[in-house]
């Protein structure tokens, strides 16, 4: 049965008008020695294209899926792999991501559960032998149960830290078994609404004892994905204790896990913290820690996690430019953890938003490799601090000086004249190479 009716999606070219085609992804092009495919390693997010129905605080769905029609909730799982796997296909996406809770519906209790989570793999591993298709990562959905009200790793509760625990290991075996090449912690409620209430103390211990026995279990059972941890700062609570990529770091090195762990950057979490998206993979590059992105972009005029499908061409240009110069996503991916808008709710506006955003990226990548090749950014860089490439500077690079000596040759020289940031001109430049990057 064919959920969607639509044709395979092509690559067309700029000028195309069929708005089912791609204009700027071409997965065969070459960029920098890698083709597009391999460069960008898109994955569709199995939550927000499958299992959202376009609720808001303010309104029930809006969204009537034909793969839902059916009040049997393992046979709507099951139809639910048969759509996904078909739009992926048709989309050209090469992975997906997933929660357990997305997959399959919960049982009467964990046994239940997990017995449901096997019949739907089954189905899932049947469809992947048939596409081609590969799992990117999978995770656990720790934060949308009741029992999960105050967090899971960091609950005042015992018996709900241990059933997190066992979500989380029957997650990794699931994702083991699907060949899933990373494993994603997100802190949905991993945090606090007040401190009155709160040790901090012992809910950062736990968390840490938590992901130590995440990285012993993966040793046991031989699972050698990546480990990611995705920060964010807020919602749903006040204060989320893996804010940014700083805090995360600071965390990791403080429980000795660093070596265990990357990070999966999200857009629009980064915007939430106060920070550019660019900033974040700048962070996680400079730190050796960038694993994986959640692609997807905020509204500027909400303070929320507004999850949109990516257009903004500047920011996914700055964002190539960033993965590029880290040597590319290794096992990452960029996944779509994008939802159609509330007003979007036709199944053929899952395609409409998909090419949206790949060709987004698309269009980014080719601008940072053309930036690259150029070495616009770079050279303007190296001549910034050209000063700590000789003389003075080079003995502080070297630490072949302390204050005694930087005293007595401040006292002897003085300051150079500072130079232009010129960072209109950059500003200007980078325009540029977006307008004509296909000239």
């Known amino acids: 049965m064919s959920y969607f009716n639509v044709e395979k999606i092509s690559y067309e070219g700029p000028k195309s008008k069929n708005p089912f085609s791609f204009k700027y992804y071409n997965p065969d092009e070459i960029v920098l020695g890698k ?6 390693r898109f994955a569709m997010s199995y939550w927000h294209t499958l299992t959202y129905m376009g609720n808001d605080p303010f309104g029930g769905p809006t969204m009537f899926r034909p793969w839902d029609n ?39 209790d964990l046994k239940e559960t997990n017995e449901r989570l096997d019949k ?4 899932i591993k049947e469809e992947m032998n048939r596409t081609g298709i590969k799992c990117l990562w999978g995770t656990t959905n720790a934060f949308g149960d009741d029992k999960f009200v105050h967090g899971a790793g960091t609950s005042c509760n015992a018996t709900v830290f241990a059933y997190a625990a066992a979500q989380i290991k029957k997650a990794m075996e699931i994702t083991k078994e699907l060949g899933g090449e990373n494993y994603v912690f997100w802190g949905g409620r991993e945090g606090y609404e007040t401190l009155l209430n709160t040790d901090t103390g012992l809910e950062l211990d ?32 006040k204060h989320q204790y893996d804010f940014d990529t700083a805090t995360v770091l600071s965390f990791l090195r403080k429980y000795d896990l660093l070596d265990s762990f990357k990070l999966n950057i999200e857009a629009n979490h980064a915007t939430l913290a106060g920070h550019t998206f660019q900033h974040e993979l700048n962070q996680c590059r400079i730190n050796g820690v960038l694993g994986s992105v959640d692609a997807n972009q905020g509204d500027p005029m909400l303070g929320w996690d507004t999850d949109q499908f990516p257009t903004n061409i500047y920011d996914t240009t700055l964002a190539m430019y960033e993965i590029l110069l880290a040597g590319g996503l290794g096992k990452g991916g960029l996944n779509f953890d994008s939802k159609v808008r509330r007003g ?15 060709d987004t990226f698309a269009h980014g990548l080719k601008v940072a490799a053309a930036l690259l090749e150029d070495r616009v950014l770079e050279d303007f860089k190296a001549r910034r601090y050209a000063s700590y490439q ?29 130079t232009s940031g010129r960072q209109e001109m950059l500003e200007s430049i980078l325009n540029q190479y977006i307008a004509n990057v296909n000239e």
Not at 76 to 98: N, Y
Not at 395 to 415: C, R, T, W, Y
């Open 35 to 40: 083709t597009m495919k391999e460069h960008c």
């Open 70 to 108: 059916t009040n049997d909730t393992m046979e709507k799982a099951i139809e639910r792999v048969h759509a996904a796997f078909e739009f992926m296909d048709k989309m050209q996406i090469p992975f997906f991501c997933f929660h357990d809770a997305d997959i399959a519906p919960r049982g009467k």
């Open 120 to 123: 739907i793999v089954a189905v």
């Open 206 to 237: 736990n968390l840490a004892r938590l992901l130590k026995m995440a990285v012993d279990y993966a040793k046991e059972i031989g699972f050698t994905g990546q480990f990611l941890i995705e920060p964010k700062p807020m919602e749903p609570t």
């Open 344 to 358: 979007s709710f036709e199944e053929d506006d899952l395609f409409l938003s998909y090419i949206a955003g790949m």
């Open 390 to 418: 000789e003389g003075i500077g080079k003995d502080i690079i070297d630490g072949k000086v302390g204050f005694k000596e930087l005293e007595a040759f401040a006292l002897s020289n003085g300051v150079t004249k500072n």
